[in-house]
Every structure is written in C-alpha cells, then in structure tokens.
C-alpha cells in the first residue's frame, strides 16, 4: 500500500512542505489529502487518521499513523535509500541539525510565519530573530551546494527556513542567499508553492500588515482562458478530457486541464511541471 500523506494549507503550513518534500524530493510515492487549517473539514481528516495531536502533517499506511515530521523522516530513511547522507560523520551532524530545527529557531518561526505567497517589504528582524539567522548561517556555512552534497533530510528541515529568508527579504550572507535561492530554484518547491497559490486559501493570522512585492524567480506570463480551443485534448496530468473550467492561457497558448486546481498551479508556475513542459512555447 502506499502512504498517504494528511497537510494543511500549502501556502503557509512550513511542517506540511517539509512532510511532503520528504516524499516528493526523493521520488517516493505518496496519496495526498489537503485541507486548510482550523476547518472542519481538516478535523475530520485528524479524527479519521485518529493520532489524537491535532497537527499536520500526518502519515499513515496500513493503520500505522506518525503524527510527526522527525518520526516521519526516520521511518521513511529506513525503506528509502539516501535520505541521510552517506557518510556516518555526515550522517550524525545531518541529524544534529534537524533536531536542532525541529526544537528550535523559535523566534523566527514565530516573528516570520511561513507564507510563500509574496515577499515582505520593510520587516525589521529582532535581536533574537538576528540571533537564530545568525545560527542558521553557521550551520550552513561551508555546505557543497545542498548542506552535505546529495539533497537530503537536513535540507528538507531547512527548506522552509529559506522560504522564510525569502519571504521576509531577511539579510543574510552571500552563502546563505545562495543557498536560499538553492531552495526557490527547487522544482519541487516551486509545485509546492503553485499549488499553494492554487488553493486560494487565504489564513489573516499568518498575514502581516507590511507592503509586498512578487516572490523571487520568473515564471511565464500566465491567466485564466475563457475561450478555447486548447492545443491539447486531454489533460496532461490525469489523461482525463478537458473540462470548460480548465483553461489557462500560458504565453499566448491556451492549455487545458481536467479541473481548475490542475488549472490554476499551472498559471501560478507553469515550468514548475514536467508534464507541461511539452506544451509550452
Ligand atoms: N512538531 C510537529 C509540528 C507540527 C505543527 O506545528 N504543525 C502546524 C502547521 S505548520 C499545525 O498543525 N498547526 C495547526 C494548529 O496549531 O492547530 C512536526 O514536526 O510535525
């Protein structure tokens, strides 16, 4: 059986994307149910996964339910190769440093919520918040491109960290932006953040008052089609025929998509999909 995997809003929701990188970036497969925080409909997915904790993100297979992101990582680094990294020295300071993430950094975590949807202008970290940066910069420093090489867990952990570095224009050194950027440029990053984008979900405790501009990177110029016909008859997700709400106008070319979901994580970043790639100009 496959693992399915319970998150909440994608777009804010720092331990849901680092529950779903642990799959996604290590080409495991995995069912996922999303529902926005503090709904309804998120409560009865806790109650039916039954783990009691009230958080996401959650696993589960075959009746076995793991309620946490470092249990997850563990059990996942037993079935699938490469996780951690190869060497034991590595291998001992990759898991120091998710444990310092998972325990830790909690004045960023909480001065600079996660929210993926736009950058901050003007936010002015704290003393404590420069301190954790500070720290973040430290055990970065000296990283071969991802922190031991091969993308691993530690990235993983730190993954939304860099989204927050981002997010929040945090001043950070030259390595440490590389390695942000590192982050951003991460195609499954980038379906992560689309797919936020696409759940309209908008959560005002995790918003600050602060003008914004667009998050980093280029993405094609991309809008809601109303007229086909589309170049392409089925989806190129699901294989399913297009739907009359699924068309989206990519650079001038309209695409269409089974649903408007499929639809609208393609505008937020169309070259984030592979399987849209041939489609495109
Ligand atoms: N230690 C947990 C933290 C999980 C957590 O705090 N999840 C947040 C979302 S990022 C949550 O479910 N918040 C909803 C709430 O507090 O009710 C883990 O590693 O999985």
Redesign the pocket.
């Known amino acids: 059986m496959m693992w399915e995997l319970l998150i909440?809003d994608r777009i804010y929701?720092?331990?849901?994307l680092r529950g779903w990188l642990l799959f996604e970036a290590f080409g495991t497969p995995v069912k996922v149910t999303q529902a926005p925080?503090?709904s309804e409909a998120l409560a009865a997915h806790l109650a039916d996964f039954g783990s009691g904790s009230?958080?996401?993100?959650q696993m589960r297979r075959d009746g076995v339910v793991i309620w946490?992101?470092?249990a997850m990582a563990e059990t996942l680094a037993e079935e699938v190769p490469g996780m951690w990294p190869a060497a034991a020295a590595d291998r001992a300071r990759a898991r120091a440093m998710v444990a310092e993430m998972?325990s830790g950094f909690t004045a960023l975590r909480s001065a600079c919520p996660m929210n993926m949807r736009h950058v901050y202008e003007g936010f002015e970290p704290d003393d404590a918040v420069r301190r954790d940066l500070d720290r973040v910069e430290a055990l970065w420093s000296g990283a071969p491109g991802w922190l031991f090489g091969d993308y691993s867990i530690a990235d993983v952990f730190y993954a939304p960290v860099a989204m927050r570095i981002a997010g929040y224009g945090l001043e950070v050194g030259a390595e440490a932006q590389a390695y942000v950027e590192r982050h951003l440029a991460h195609k499954a990053v980038r379906r992560w953040r689309a797919m936020g984008i696409a759940e309209h979900s908008v959560q005002p405790g995790y918003d600050l008052d602060l003008p914004t501009h667009d998050w980093p990177g280029t993405r094609r110029p991309a809008r809601v089609a109303t007229n086909g016909p589309a170049v392409n008859e089925t989806c190129p997700f699901s294989g399913r025929p297009v739907a009359p709400d699924g068309l989206a106008e990519v650079d001038g070319r309209v695409i269409g998509f089974c649903n408007s979901f499929c639809r609208d994580k393609v505008i937020a970043d169309a070259e984030a999909w592979s399987a849209v790639r041939p489609l495109l100009t």
């Open positions: 909440g929701s720092s331990w849901s925080m503090f009230g958080l996401v993100p946490d992101t470092l998972h």
